[in-house]
Antibody, heavy 117, light 105 residues
Framework: QVQLVQSGAEVKKPGASVKVSCKAS????????ISWVRQAPGQGLEWMGW????????NYAQKLQGRVTMTTDTSTSTAYMELRSLRSDDTAVYYC??????????WGQGTLVTVSS | EIVMTQSPATLSVSPGERATLSCRAS??????LAWYQQKPGQAPRLLIY???TRATGIPARFSGSGSGTEFTLTISSLQSEDFAVYYC???????FGQGTKVEIK
């Protein structure tokens, strides 16, 4: 069965960086992309970007350009999302999702990132 | 940016009744529209893609319709497990609506 297992919760100070992992299993990793979506406390869903696990091509949300980097490690079927220069409004649950033809069908359990001094 | 607007923000429905949720796009997204269900503390779950195709394992009481800028998610007979927040998402340029909370009346 398809599973996406994300890394654990993080607490970071403003200005720091965070790197969240998403380990995939149950399917051919390079046949799909991975999207990243975040959700601030009590708020809606915000798309952050997408990476092709086949060739590493990326597409980032404009508001995060320059602060976010998405990568994959095909040897371990793991995707990573790094967000730099963290601010308090980056506090959110971060989700990865398997994505094919731009449709996200399986999601990770979410990783809470808290930014606080 | 394509803005997705969902209505109503909250929908109060009794179990067994029909629920109709709306989603409007600020410009045409063709049929590139998905619906997700999210329960508290859980990840979103894909319900509908291509505006009207049910995802694997989704019960037939969920149906989607529309194209262009106007879309509808209908839950024909609400079950207790259907009370949740529902989001539409256009995947031309990947923006979500703000969500509709379906609550017990």
């Amino acid at each position: 069965q398809v599973q996406l297992v994300q890394s654990g919760a993080e607490v970071k100070k403003p200005g720091a960086s965070v790197k969240v992992s998403c380990k995939a299993s149950g399917y051919t990793f390079t046949s799909y992309g991975i999207s990243w979506v975040r959700q601030a406390p009590g708020q809606g869903l915000e798309w952050m970007g997408w990476i092709s696990a086949y060739n590493g091509n990326t597409n980032y949300a404009q508001k995060l350009q320059g602060r976010v980097t998405m990568t994959t490690d095909t040897s371990t079927s793991t995707a990573y999302m790094e967000l730099r220069s963290l601010r308090s409004d980056d506090t959110a649950v971060y989700y990865c999702a398997r994505t094919a033809t731009m449709i996200s069908d399986y999601w990770g359990q979410g990783t809470l990132v808290t930014v606080s001094s | 940016e394509i803005v997705m607007t969902q209505s109503p923000a909250t929908l109060s429905v009794s179990p067994g009744e029909r629920a109709t949720l709306s989603c409007r796009a600020s410009q045409s997204v063709s049929s590139n529209l998905a619906w997700y269900q999210q329960k508290p503390g859980q990840a979103p779950r894909l319900l509908i893609y291509g505006a009207s195709t049910r995802a694997t394992g989704i019960p037939a009481r969920f149906s989607g319709s529309g194209s262009g800028t106007e879309f509808t998610l209908t839950i024909s007979s609400l079950q207790s497990e259907d009370f949740a927040v529902y989001y539409c998402q256009q995947y031309n340029t990947w923006t979500f609506g703000q969500g509709t909370k379906v609550e017990i009346k």
